[in-house]
């Protein structure tokens, strides 16, 4: 049987204006040079799989979430969710997806932990009858319930990361998109968010798109995973596939980590991209 | 959810949410309120001093120097909001880094902003009845027969042409982040040339004339003479029309603005950034 996909990129590019120097404003030479953050990307999730998207600082992962949830427009290509174009079907976009913000300053520091989700219940359109019950089951869910009259500000790290999921959760949303949410986390703390996700999405039959730049996060977690330096995506696939793709390339035979494997790829992918610079 | 409930919800949310957040800077909501007691012993003294000086033209408006200002002091408030409301929503916003927040839920961007000025403009208007109430209780302000419908119809119109310039001050802060001009050039000649310390009459007459491009010029005349000297909104045509036609203008042009920008820094990819 043939999966639906409810999240895809394809052939997406993205250019980031490069700022004018002061000397350019100066000398009037104001024509703006672009840097490529993107270079076709193409990915796809099915439904009822956790996707992680695995790369250094830099390699564009956030741009990818940005774009899929209409914050930043592709300068190329096309972002589509539940089958609706990102770019001419938002409305209908933002109606099914859930964007967890690793950034603990999206919420409003000096409102209690409760008083933020019922603003953004708000705005969400969680309707007004079913908002504490949802409220109240993800606080305990994810066991934040004890301190959800607290103001934001005085919460933990871990605590704060909570917050970011239990927001994503609150209108139910088809598809989540889960940008860096172990950031900052002691190694106790993020493999129970892991854990949290793992269940959350199997038990409810959710789609996720996770990016991380730990090894750690993925490696149990997502079914498929793509690995993306500088913009490029260096290899997409099964974890066991990308190992046993790994061990054919190389000839290394003996049990090698994924985090080594991930490594070794990033800098043949890097060694690649000198020799097609000198090439050109 | 219902439309109904929507459109309930929603501003209560945002208002609910500004007026928590600034409750909880104590210190600054009593001293904003303190703030309305001096300037009016100031506006007190210095009327002393003023009244006689410039009684012919303070004529128009009752020849009581203190009401003038007053009025012109309390209801300058409204240019600030209408002016400083949006771009400061989009700058908080970019700072707190709750922008992306907000702009990922089915909200419009410009639902939240418009009901976030709404709350500012509650906020400036219980500045503006204690001021009026203070000055009238405790000073020698003198509102004979005010015409509170008249007022109110210009206040209105008054509150849409001020937020035309804040929303084109607002796109500005989406694209450059920082140092809007719309705010300087418009609050510093509307301080200057809008009459709000001193009748028009008193400049030279190319000045006069400059003054009235300037909303705020035709806002605080109608306010002044619908609440000192009881005009009815006929009587008030002239301010009626100059600022239906500012906002027939500048209203579509600070939406297009306001979309041109948004597009704009979606684009760049700025749009959170500060």
């Known amino acids: 049987m043939r999966s639906e996909i409810v999240a895809e990129c394809s052939n997406v590019k993205k250019y980031y204006p490069v700022p004018l120097s002061m000397r350019s404003i100066l000398s009037l030479r104001l024509s703006r040079k672009r840097k490529l953050v993107l270079d076709d990307i193409s990915i796809s999730v099915n439904r009822g799989e956790i996707f992680g998207i695995i790369g250094p600082n830099g390699a564009g992962k956030t741009t990818i979430m940005k774009i899929m949830c209409h914050l930043t427009a592709p300068s190329a290509g096309k972002a589509l969710v539940c089958g609706h174009d990102v770019e001419k079907e938002w409305p209908k976009v933002l109606n099914r997806i859930g964007y967890c913000i690793s950034e603990e300053r999206s919420f409003f520091w000096r409102l209690s932990g409760r008083q933020n989700l019922e603003f953004f219940s708000a705005l969400m359109e969680v309707p007004a009858r079913t908002m504490h019950r949802k409220i109240e089951e993800l606080l305990e869910l994810l066991d934040l319930r004890g301190a959800a009259d607290d103001r934001f500000m005085n919460y933990s790290s871990g605590m704060k990361q909570k917050m970011a999921i239990a927001r994503s959760l609150l209108a139910d949303p088809e598809v989540l998109l889960m940008d860096e949410p172990t950031k900052g986390l002691d190694p106790g703390a993020a493999f129970k968010i892991r854990t949290f996700i793992e269940d959350y999405i199997a038990s409810r039959d959710k789609t996720a798109i996770f990016t991380t730049n730990r090894v750690g996060d993925i490696e149990n977690l997502c079914r498929r995973i793509a690995i993306l330096n500088k913009g490029r995506i260096v290899t997409q696939g099964s974890v066991a596939d990308i190992r046993s793709s790994f061990r054919e390339s190389t000839g290394i035979m003996k049990e090698v980590s994924f985090e080594e494997i991930f490594n070794r790829m990033l800098e043949s992918n890097e060694e690649a991209r000198r020799e097609e610079g000198a090439g050109r | ?274």
């Not at chain 2, 916003?93 to 403009?121: P, S």
């Not at chain 2, 084109?168 to 809008?194: D, H, M, Q, Y």
């Open chain 2, 1 to 274: 959810m219902s439309r109904i409930s929507v459109f309930i919800r929603k501003p209560s949310a945002i208002i609910k949410k500004e007026f928590l957040t600034a409750i909880s800077y104590r210190f600054d909501f009593v001293f904003k309120l303190m703030g309305i007691w001096l300037s009016l012993f100031v506006f007190y003294f210095l009327s002393k001093l003023i009244n006689p000086a410039i009684s012919q033209d303070l004529e128009p408006y009752g020849g009581n120097y203190f009401s003038f200002v007053i009025i012109g002091t309390a209801f300058s408030g409204y240019l600030n909001v209408g002016l400083d409301s949006f771009s400061r929503s989009i700058r908080e916003a970019q700072l707190m880094g709750t922008l992306e927040a907000v702009l990922v839920t089915r909200t419009r961007f410009t639902t939240i902003l418009i009901f976030q000025a709404v709350w500012n403009f509650l906020f400036a208007s219980i500045h503006v009845v204690l001021y009026l109430a203070f000055s009238f209780i405790f000073f020698e302000s003198q509102l004979t027969n005010p015409d509170f419908f008249a007022a109110l119809v210009i206040l209105v119109l008054t509150i849409i042409a001020f937020s035309s310039l804040g929303i084109i001050s607002g796109s500005f802060i989406l694209v450059f982040k920082k140092g809007s001009p719309v705010n300087w050039v418009i609050s510093s000649f509307s301080r200057f040339l809008g009459g709000v310390y001193y009748p028009l009459s008193v400049l030279p007459l190319w000045c006069q004339k400059l003054a009235l491009i300037l909303p705020i010029t035709h806002a605080l005349e109608g306010i002044r003479l619908a609440l000192i000297r009881g005009h009815s909104i006929a009587e008030l045509k002239a301010q009626v029309i100059a600022l239906l036609l500012f906002n027939a203008v500048v209203f579509p042009l600070s939406i297009l603005c306001f979309n041109l920008a948004f597009q704009k820094a979606r684009r760049d990819g700025t749009l959170c950034n500060y």
